[in-house]
Antibody, heavy 124, light 108 residues
Framework: QLQLQESGPGLVKPSETLSLTCSVSGDSISSSNYYWGWIRQPPGKGLEWIGSIYYNGITYYNPSLKSRVTISVDTSKNQFSLKLSSVTAADTAVYYC????????????????WGQGTLVTVSS | EIVMTQSPATLSVSPGERATLSCRASESVTDELAWYQQKPGQAPRLLIYGASTRATGIPARFSGSGSGTDFTLTISSLQSEDFAVYYCQQYNTWPPDLTFGGGTKVEI
């Protein structure tokens, strides 16, 4: 059964870089034919796609976040990671990782399954 | 960016009743639309993809319809566990720019 688990600091200072990792179990990032993504949800608000990555490093980012976002993959650890630079209070959110559900290397897809999410608060 | 607009923001219904949720795209997304259910403190769960295909394990009381710019999620007979927030998401744009609607809260 495919499972995703986010990990990383729950508190980040303004202007610093937020770093999170998504650990995948039950499937191999490098042998499966899927993209993997990050999504966030500010407290009490809706969902925002951050970006997606393929096992070979191909990435796509939300245009509104592109200048601050880097998503990378470590196939040896079966993980992918998110870095968001120059954070402000507006970046406070629950961050989710997920698999893009449509195989065949589809970079445009629904998201399924999702990790449980991790709350990151930006505050000094 | 394709803007997804959901209505109503809140839907008050009773158990056993039918619920109809709407999602409108600012331009055509063909049938590349998904629906999710989110309960408090939980991650979203995929209900529908391809506008009308139920995801694995989703009960038949959930159905999706529509194409182009107008979509509907119908819950035929609300169960207590269906009270939640529902989001639509389009995945039609190139380059990829997945966007979500603002959500509809289904409450008693």
């Amino acid at each position: 059964q495919l499972q995703l688990q986010e990990s990383g600091p729950g508190l980040v200072k303004p202007s610093e870089t937020l770093s999170l990792t998504c650990s995948v179990s039950g499937d191999s990032i490098s042998s499966s034919n899927y993209y993997w993504g990050w999504i966030r949800q500010p407290p009490g608000k809706g969902l925002e796609w951050i970006g997606s990555i393929y096992y070979n490093g191909i990435t796509y980012y939300n245009p509104s976040l592109k200048s601050r976002v880097t998503i990378s993959v470590d196939t040896s650890k079966n993980q992918f990671s998110l870095k968001l630079s120059s954070v402000t209070a507006a970046d406070t959110a629950v961050y989710y990782c997920a698999r893009l559900g449509r195989g065949s290397a589809a970079m445009r897809s629904w998201l399924d399954p999702w990790g449980q999410g991790t709350l990151v608060t930006v505050s000094s | 960016e394709i803007v997804m607009t959901q209505s109503p923001a809140t839907l008050s219904v009773s158990p056993g009743e039918r619920a109809t949720l709407s999602c409108r795209a600012s331009e055509s997304v063909t049938d590349e639309l998904a629906w999710y259910q989110q309960k408090p403190g939980q991650a979203p769960r995929l209900l529908i993809y391809g506008a009308s295909t139920r995801a694995t394990g989703i009960p038949a009381r959930f159905s999706g319809s529509g194409s182009g710019t107008d979509f509907t999620l119908t819950i035929s007979s609300l169960q207590s566990e269906d009270f939640a927030v529902y989001y639509c998401q389009q995945y039609n744009t190139w380059p990829p720019d997945l966007t979500f609607g603002g959500g509809t809260k289904v409450e008693i």
